[in-house]
């Protein structure tokens, strides 16, 4: 996308959203958001603006002020025929969107910016560069490492599904990197990594026959063995985390990697991907009640596209415009063919399952069920549920939406000592 400048891509998407081009508005969201953006959420709530309030009159003037050091927020103020509202726009330097909003014209202030978690303590660790795997699909980490003499246990971290970034950067939070910093602070050493998707997106784009193995096995594989590699790293005491989509193949990459010491599967799906999106569209849709029969159409063509997913006639020559998110065929026969929960099962080694009550894309009814149905019989596995927490175990009250992500927030600090209790009781448990 050509960088427009923030003002100029406010008013573009309120003319998109006026002319009703929705599905236009999420192409212009960053790649990292994109997937839990559905145009027919969008369409929903600017509906619901226009059934209450009569059409748009007038557009007044804009004001602008830096968010963070990469992003604007924009504020529009729209007269309607019967009222006022503002819509916020996050702008990256870029020009794609990280936030967008339609609120009340008296609750139009920018949200604060990030800081520091109260958990992290970067006095307490160093961070390095490192290159994870070889060759031109090599990717830039991270190593956390805290000043602590070791042997430390440690901990490899894995993102979600689309271009993920090693902080797993969601507009302007930093899940992965906050608890990164805070187990580093409690003497975890821990590496991160971006991944292939976000580092080298044209070559996966140019790879029509790329697959979720390809997605993740070869870059946590070798994050897994640069760990163990460090001095200050307990070999033994390698621990592999994953969070949403990564925590769907956290199970497969342990069966490809048997010294990996137990898994921490964090808002893991289980579900069927392509069922699961369906959901997440009906769920978004459902917000506003008054809007919710106008998405109908595009969670029946969502639902038709799943459905192609599972056909027996899907091979790796299905037209791509035929399958979710025009990803090529070969990426679902590869996830199709993935059960994580019975892998898990079969892998005999210790887990801990954490999943947020508010999450609406991996839930407790949907996915953590699945889980414990398939490894109720173990005692090596615990699993912990965070009632008030969303996808990226964001504390937070009410029905959780793409909207509550705009204003920066900090991972759960309960969530950060969970797992740094786990870690350090299964690593003692293995002298």
């Given at each position: 996308?050509?960088?427009?400048?923030?003002?100029?891509?406010?008013?573009?998407?309120?003319?998109?959203?006026?002319?009703?081009?929705?599905?236009?508005?999420?192409?212009?969201?960053?790649?990292?958001?994109?997937?839990?953006?559905?145009?027919?959420?969008?369409?929903?709530?600017?509906?619901?603006?226009?059934?209450?309030?009569?059409?748009?009159?007038?557009?007044?003037?804009?004001?602008?002020e830096p968010a963070d050091a990469h992003i604007v927020a924009v504020r529009v103020p729209v007269r309607f025929e019967r009222g006022e509202l503002t819509l916020l726009v996050s702008v990256i330097a870029n020009?794609?969107?990280?936030?967008?909003?339609?609120?009340?014209?008296?609750?139009?202030?920018?949200?604060?910016?990030?800081?520091?978690?109260?958990?992290?303590?970067?006095?307490?660790?160093?961070?390095?560069?490192?290159?994870?795997?070889?060759?031109?699909?090599?990717?830039?980490?991270?190593?956390?490492?805290?000043?602590?003499?070791?042997?430390?246990?440690?901990?490899?971290?894995?993102?979600?599904?689309?271009?993920?970034?090693?902080?797993?950067?969601?507009?302007?939070?930093?899940?992965?990197?906050?608890?990164?910093?805070?187990?580093?602070?409690?003497?975890?050493?821990?590496?991160?990594?971006?991944?292939?998707?976000?580092?080298?997106?044209?070559?996966?784009?140019?790879?029509?026959?790329?697959?979720?193995?390809?997605?993740?096995?070869?870059?946590?594989?070798?994050?897994?063995?640069?760990?163990?590699?460090?001095?200050?790293?307990?070999?033994?005491?390698?621990?592999?985390?994953?969070?949403?989509?990564?925590?769907?193949?956290?199970?497969?990459?342990?069966?490809?990697?048997?010294?990996?010491?137990?898994?921490?599967?964090?808002?893991?799906?289980?579900?069927?991907?392509?069922?699961?999106?369906?959901?997440?569209?009906?769920?978004?849709?459902?917000?506003?009640?008054?809007?919710?029969?106008?998405?109908?159409?595009?969670?029946?063509?969502?639902?038709?596209?799943?459905?192609?997913?599972?056909?027996?006639?899907?091979?790796?020559?299905?037209?791509?415009?035929?399958?979710?998110?025009?990803?090529?065929?070969?990426?679902?026969?590869?996830?199709?063919?993935?059960?994580?929960?019975?892998?898990?099962?079969?892998?005999?080694?210790?887990?801990?399952?954490?999943?947020?009550?508010?999450?609406?894309?991996?839930?407790?009814?949907?996915?953590?069920?699945?889980?414990?149905?398939?490894?109720?019989?173990?005692?090596?596995?615990?699993?912990?549920?965070?009632?008030?927490?969303?996808?990226?175990?964001?504390?937070?009250?009410?029905?959780?939406?793409?909207?509550?992500?705009?204003?920066?927030?900090?991972?759960?600090?309960?969530?950060?000592?969970?797992?740094?209790?786990?870690?350090?009781?299964?690593?003692?448990?293995?002298?």
């Open positions: 996308m050509t960088s427009t400048g923030p003002r100029t891509v406010a008013l573009a998407i309120l003319d998109l959203a006026r002319t009703g081009r929705f599905a236009d508005i999420r192409e212009r969201f960053t790649p990292s958001l994109r997937p839990m953006v559905a145009a027919a959420a969008l369409q929903a709530a600017w509906d619901a603006g226009v059934a209450q309030l009569g059409p748009v009159v007038s557009v007044g003037d804009l004001s602008s020009g794609e969107l990280a936030g967008l909003q339609l609120v009340p014209a008296d609750a139009s202030q920018p949200p604060a910016p990030w800081r520091l978690a109260p958990y992290a303590d970067p006095d307490r660790f160093d961070e390095h560069e490192v290159i994870v795997g070889e060759g031109p699909l090599g990717v830039p980490g991270t190593l956390t490492l805290p000043k602590t003499a070791g042997p430390l246990p440690g901990l490899v971290i894995v993102g979600g599904s689309g271009p993920v970034d090693r902080d797993g950067t969601i507009a302007r939070s930093k899940p992965l990197k906050d608890l990164a910093w805070g187990l580093a602070s409690r003497e975890v050493a821990v590496l991160r990594f971006d991944k292939v998707t976000h580092a080298h997106p044209d070559q996966v784009k140019a790879d029509r026959d790329f697959t979720v193995a390809d997605e993740y096995l070869p870059h946590a594989l070798a994050a897994l063995r640069l760990l163990r590699a460090h001095p200050a790293v307990a070999a033994e005491h390698v621990f592999l985390a994953g969070h949403s989509l990564g925590g769907t193949i956290a199970p497969r990459i342990a069966a490809a990697d048997p010294r990996v010491a137990g898994l921490v599967i964090l808002a893991g799906g289980a579900e069927p991907l392509q069922w699961a999106v369906v959901r997440q569209v009906r769920y978004l849709a459902s917000l506003d009640p008054t809007t919710a029969a106008a998405s109908q159409p595009a969670i029946d063509a969502m639902t038709a596209l799943a459905e192609c997913v599972d056909s027996p006639a899907l091979s790796p020559d299905t037209p791509d415009d035929e399958l979710p998110f025009s990803t090529p065929a070969p990426y679902w026969l590869d996830l199709r063919g993935y059960d994580p929960v019975a892998t898990a099962a079969a892998l005999g080694k210790p887990m801990l399952i954490c999943q947020g009550g508010r999450d609406y894309q991996a839930t407790v009814t949907d996915d953590l069920t699945r889980w414990q149905a398939g490894l109720h019989a173990r005692t090596d596995v615990t699993i912990l549920t965070y009632p008030a927490d969303n996808h990226f175990f964001f504390p937070g009250t009410g029905p959780s939406s793409p909207a509550e992500l705009i204003t920066p927030q900090h991972v759960d600090p309960q969530l950060v000592t969970d797992i740094n209790d786990w870690l350090t009781s299964n690593a003692r448990a293995a002298l």
